[in-house]
T-cell receptor, first 110, second 114 residues
């Protein structure tokens, strides 16, 4: 069985400061892990994907995530937030099915 | 290359009415999916298809039917709509590896059932 927990439902940062969105997972399989972003009234777009190659995964728009098996975590980070990063972010784990986290809404203050 | 498109974008139904949501993809993807998104619950899989002519149940299939007569199209039907089916519906497709490959999402259909 798989599950995913996004530890924060809302995160607020100032423009130019770092972003950290936290995700813990559990899986009976060697999982694939994804981060998707959803801008208001839009579909989901893939940010990055982990599939057991490098544990540090680089994605689009300066985002990256580190797979930590010992901590069962896959946190999403970005060194410097931009106003356009304001959106909802979903952590997703896959094995025999795809399981979405509940989402984290990122607010970026000017 | 339009990717994944969905029609309609918005719809309001009365309880008991029926409707069909259409999903189309032009990427020659083998796998297609229907999800519903409700506040605070992420996305939940309704039905999926691993190829033309095949369908399978997902996490929340009750009250919905699907068909995949052509590889590029995946239809989601509501035979008798209920207020609990008020939601945003997303279609997605992937090239390979059901549930393990990157999924490409459509823009969504916002459905309200009164």
């Amino acid at each position: 069985a798989q599950s995913v927990t996004q530890l924060d439902s809302h995160v607020s940062v100032s423009e130019g400061t770092p972003v950290l969105l936290r995700c813990n997972y559990s899986s009976s399989y060697s999982p694939s892990l994804f981060w998707y972003v959803q801008h208001p009234n839009k579909g989901l777009q893939l940010l990055l994907k982990y599939t057991s190659a490098a544990t540090l995964v680089k994605g689009i728009n300066g985002f990256e995530a580190e797979f930590k098996k010992s901590e069962t975590s896959f946190h999403l980070t970005k060194p410097s937030a931009h106003m356009s990063d304001a959106a909802e972010y979903f952590c997703v784990v896959s094995g025999n099915k795809l399981v979405f986290g509940a989402g984290t809404i990122l607010r970026v203050k000017s | 290359n339009a990717g994944v498109t969905q029609t309609p974008k918005f719809r309001v139904l009365k309880t008991g009415q029926s409707m069909t949501l259409l999903c189309a993809q032009d990427m020659n993807h083998e796998y297609m999916y229907w999800y519903r998104q409700d506040p605070g619950m992420g996305l939940r899989l309704i039905h999926y298809s691993v190829g033309e002519g095949t369908t399978a149940k997902g996490e929340v299939p009750d009250g919905y039917n699907v068909s995949r007569l052509k590889k590029q199209n995946f239809l989601l039907g509501l035979e008798s709509a209920a207020p609990s089916q008020t939601s945003v519906y997303f279609c997605a497709s992937s090239l390979a590896g059901v549930f393990t490959d990157t999924q490409y999402f459509g823009p969504g259909t916002r459905l309200t059932v009164l």
